[in-house]
């Protein structure tokens, strides 16, 4: 029993050895990756654009349902006015950019997994690299920065539908005017509040990317290889999205702790 323990930490310690390294490539590629401009910029449509109806359909709905909520408790404490001001803090904060992040691990991890696990089991990989093709920069390096760069704009998107949804719950409640909405939820934000939590995304974008690059890169097992590798793509990227997501949120109030 000891054995067994012994021999799965060691895996477990040499996994983890072997996927720090492999990050700290994607990011000396990713600086370099200029010499791709074409895979770089069909990425960013394809992980970015096309990523752009979930967001703004998620961000809406989760608006409204946010807002719907905070009223509810608000009505409590007769605090009705303040549900602009709460929503657009707590939504461009913490809900919009976990959230974003969250789904887009879903769509854009499985993908990478998927697609880069269906490349290496058809030995497509090894192809480009007979090719002379620096197939780490190709299909890696050009990946991640795709993801850095759309994370934050997926986000700002996110924010913004959000807002939208709370401003369409209350307008139907309220009658509320669409500029009052707005004067009202955008009078407490400040940079604190909406650069740093928007920039923490890039991040997140380098955690999907590399995680989602990674599993893909090591798949075995054939066609069933492909589908295990995209579910642990989801399940790991979110577990480490989450993670990080503590450490970066806790940075982020030591440097802009806001208003005593």
Known sequence: MMARFTSTLTKWFAGVGDGSRFAARAVTQALRVHDEPAETGRQL???????????????????????????????????EALIPAGLA?????????????????????????????????????????????????????????????????????????GLLGGYTAEAVITGIGFEAYFRQGFYSIEFADLVPSTLKTMVFGFIIATVSSYLGINTTGGTEGVGRTATKCVVMSSIILIATNVLLVRMILFFFPGPE
């Open 89 to 161: 803090i707590a939504f461009i904060r913490e809900t919009g950019p976990l959230t974003a992040g969250l789904l887009l691990s879903g769509r854009i991890g499985a993908g990478i997994g998927a697609e880069l696990g269906a490349m290496k089991v058809t030995e497509q990989i090894d192809a480009l690299e007979a090719l002379a093709v620096d197939s780490f920069r190709y299909l890696v390096a050009t990946r991640v920065l795709a993801c850095v760069i759309a994370l934050p704009i997926l986000t700002t998107l996110m924010n913004f539908t």
């Open 45 to 79: 449509f394809e992980l970015g654009v096309r990523s752009v109806p979930l967001i703004a359909a998620a961000g809406f709905a989760v608006g409204i349902v946010l807002s719907m909520h905070t009223r509810a408790s608000l009505a409590r404490f007769g605090a």
